[in-house]
Each structure stands twice: as C-alpha cells, then as structure tokens.
C-alpha cells in the first residue's frame, strides 16, 4: 500500500469514526426529545405539546428545539411507549408498596434487583456502552390495556397523539382498547354514561369501522346495557344513512350476553314455576327442547374442549341456558327454586321460548289431571 493510499484510508476510517458520532449524538439528542415530550405529557396529562410537532400527513415533522431535530411518525410511537413505559412503572411502584409484604420484598436484594431489571428489559432504554437506545415499540402486548385507555379517556387532546402514530401501533392499540371495554372499571359501573363521555374521543383518534361497532355494542350489552340505550348512544356516531342498516345487522345477529360479566347485570328476568313441578323435571324439558338448539345466537361467550383444548362456540339458545365446558350457562333457579332466573337484558325470544315450554307442560298436566277425573267418574258409575 502506497503512502497515498494509506492517508486516503485513514482519513476513511477518522469520517466514518466522526459520522458515527454524530449519529450517536442526534440518537441520544432525540431520545432526549423523546423523554422531555413523553415527561410533559405525563406531568399534565394533556397532548397538547404534539400540535406544534405538524400534521399527521407529514412524513417529518419539525420540532422546536436547538438541536433542529426532526420527529418522525416512529418517534411520536417512541413518545407513546416511553408515556406508557412511565405509567406502568409507576403502576407497579403503587403496587408493590400496597402489597403487605413489600418491605420483606424491598429486604431481598435479588427480588429488588429483577425488578429493576424488568422495568429497564420493558421499556429497553438501558445504557449500553454510553450509547441510548430508543424503545422497542414491537410488541404493544407488554403493556397493559389499562394504561392505553387512561391516555385515551383521561389525557387532554388525546386523539392528537393516537392520529400521529404509525398506521401498525395505532392499529394495535386501537384493537387492545375495543377488545377491553369491558373490563374497564368505569364502563363496568355505568357503561352508558361512560360510553357517552368515550365515544366522541374514540372516534377522533381511530377509525371506528361496522364491525368495531358491533363489538363495542356487545361488550356494552354484556354489562348489562339495555339495546334501545345502546343503539340511542352509538347512533350519534353512525351517518344517517347507514344507522337502519346498523340496526337491522344487530337485530338479524341475534347478540345474547356473556355470563362472564354477570355480576355487573344488577337485574334479572324471572319466571315463575307452576306449582307441584319439579324444577329438574322443567330444566330437563327446557334442555332437550329441539327449539333451543334450532333457534342460533351471537355472542362472545366461548368454552374450551376438554381433551383437545379447542374452542366451542356457544351458538345456540341450549348451550346459553346451559354452558359448555369451560363455560357456564345463564340459566339458574332462586334460592326457593320455584322461580327461573335469567339476566335482565335477555331477548325476549329466550323467556317466552321457557314460558311455551312451561305453559305445555302445565296444559298436559291439566289434560292428565282431566282424563283421570273423567276415569274416576266412569268407575264411580
């Protein structure tokens, strides 16, 4: 290698070593954008910061900063892990000082250290050789719902940071929030209320499609929602002309309620037992009844096979009324077992089905209770 050679390589290697510092520099400068925006938010609860960042159909947005920084839609993804990072550990902090053995699990180093190691492997913005990472935002599934969702109904301007993410995270997180409705606490207590005040933030920040309002309706209707209320709530946000084809799909779905929410459901639906019947007797003629298998249903409500693990689908009135394995069914007796039981919200289809059924069987009694009378009066004579 000849002198001019070896100073053409050299100068090569001292670029590359000069470039590559400026890379780590502009990384680490917008990771500590990253970390100030994510911290603003958290601290007032408000997305109102990211209005300055540009319009969702910019491909770089310009954020005011010395540095001249520019934000892509993947670092305003980084703003969210990082403000979903900061809650879920201090989630856990609440947690664990809650926890009546938390002082003997702060007395074990090694406890408190795999602590410290999961928080930093979650959000992955561990130092490494002076170099800052920036969050790994491919697996939205290490958070809980729970975070998602208070961003959404609590944090001022939400919708203005879910319409910057990228198109895949804000698919993920629109897909993690409708499919947890259900098993948010304010929903659980009053899920027309809440569905008022979450609705119109909702539909700001995603792209709410038929098919995810028909999965909030169930999830609303298992709670004990009533269907008139729910269709009064959604129709706000459904165009005039497609709501009666919404309403018709609902109807011809035949959506009955999951009794894994039973609990939040405060009504029922009762039906008396005619007297002298044994209530096994009716529960026998109700789950054999051929019309209980004929008549199909929609519903969420799913148990496991046994042996194969597979799921069944609870799709007729008989597997309902009576669960499958890894399910149970809705229909119960009260304590006196004189009277069936079933949620308030069930079609009516479902009560007047065991009322025919109840009403034939007390009308072969009475014919039974009349052929004997007739007998009685022959024998007599």
């Known amino acids: ?42 601290a007032s609860k408000d997305c109102e910061i990211l209005q300055s960042i540009g319009k969702f159909s910019d491909k770089k947005f310009s954020v005011e900063d010395r540095h001249g920084t520019k934000i892509s839609c993947e670092d305003v993804d980084q703003i969210y892990f990082a403000l979903l990072n900061k809650m879920s550990e201090d989630r856990a902090k609440t947690e664990a000082r809650n926890n009546p053995n ?87 207590a009053d899920p027309i209320g809440y569905l008022n005040l979450a609705m119109p933030k ?15 309706y169930m999830q609303c209707f298992n709670l004990g929602a009533e269907k008139d209320d729910i269709l009064r709530t959604l129709k706000q946000f459904i165009s005039e002309e497609k709501y009666e084809g919404f309403v018709e799909k609902i109807n011809q779905a035949n959506i009955y309620p999951n009794p894994k929410y039973n609990k939040y459901n405060k ?50 009135l008989s597997r309902w009324f009576f669960g499958v394995p890894g399910a149970r069914g809705h229909l119960k007796y009260n304590y006196q077992r004189d009277c069936i039981q079933l949620p308030g919200n069930t079609p009516d289809e479902a009560v007047e089905l065991i009322e025919f059924i109840l009403n034939t069987k007390e009308k072969k009694k009475d014919k039974q209770n009349n052929k004997n009378k007739l007998k009685n009066i022959i024998e007599d004579k």
């Open 202 to 216: 909702l539909e700001k920040s995603f792209i709410i499609s038929e098919k995810n309002m028909m999965r909030i």
């Open 1 to 42: 290698m000849n002198a001019k050679s070896a100073e053409e390589n050299t100068k090569m290697k001292a670029d590359e070593k000069i470039s590559k510092k400026d890379s780590n520099a502009n990384i680490n400068a917008k990771v500590a954008i990253i970390n100030k925006i994510a911290d603003t938010i958290y």
């Open 267 to 316: 009504r029922t639906r009762s039906i008396p037992l005619p007297q002298n019947v044994d209530s096994e007797i009716v529960k026998n003629d109700i789950q054999y009844e051929e019309s209980c298998f004929l008549i199909k249903i929609n519903t969420d409500m799913h148990g496991t096979d046994p042996k194969t693990g597979n799921p069944i689908a609870v799709n007729n």
């Open 102 to 188: 938390y002082n003997n699990h702060r007395a074990n180093t090694n406890a408190v250290a795999e602590d410290q190691s999961n928080f930093k492997a979650s959000a992955n913005m561990n130092l490494n050789g002076g170099q800052t990472k920036t969050l790994d935002t491919s697996n939205v599934d290490m958070f809980k719902p729970q975070e998602m969702m208070t961003i959404l109904y609590e944090y001022k301007n939400s919708e203005v940071l879910h319409r910057k993410l990228t198109s895949k995270i804000r698919l993920k997180v629109k897909k993690t929030i409708l499919n947890n409705i259900e098993n948010w606490e304010e929903f659980q």
